[in-house]
């Protein structure tokens, strides 16, 4: 599991109607994880949480002062 498997996950939502109308579908986290697994994405909730913190890390270093 990683950042990217999510990444590609997302990136085949874009591009494909069929898993975006099983995507509006869907009303909980572990849904959307089956739906990934279905799919053929392996991604967990750790994914989940880790790019939620990855977001939240990079928009702290766009705002501050400090380069990477």
């Given at each position: 599991?990683?950042?990217?498997?999510?990444?590609d996950?997302?990136h085949?939502?874009?591009?494909?109607?069929?898993l975006r109308?099983?995507?509006?579908?869907?009303?909980?986290?572990?849904?959307l994880?089956e739906l990934?697994?279905?799919?053929?994405?392996?991604?967990?909730?750790?994914?989940?949480?880790?790019?939620?913190r990855?977001?939240?890390?990079?928009?702290?270093?766009?705002a501050s002062?400090?380069?990477r």
């Open positions: 599991m990683s950042r990217k498997a999510l990444k996950f997302v085949a939502v874009e591009h494909s109607a069929a109308r099983e995507l509006h579908a869907i009303s909980a986290t572990s849904d994880l990934a697994h279905r799919w053929g994405f392996s991604i967990n909730q750790q994914d989940l949480d880790e790019d939620e990855c977001d939240a890390l990079e928009g702290w270093f766009e002062r400090i380069r």
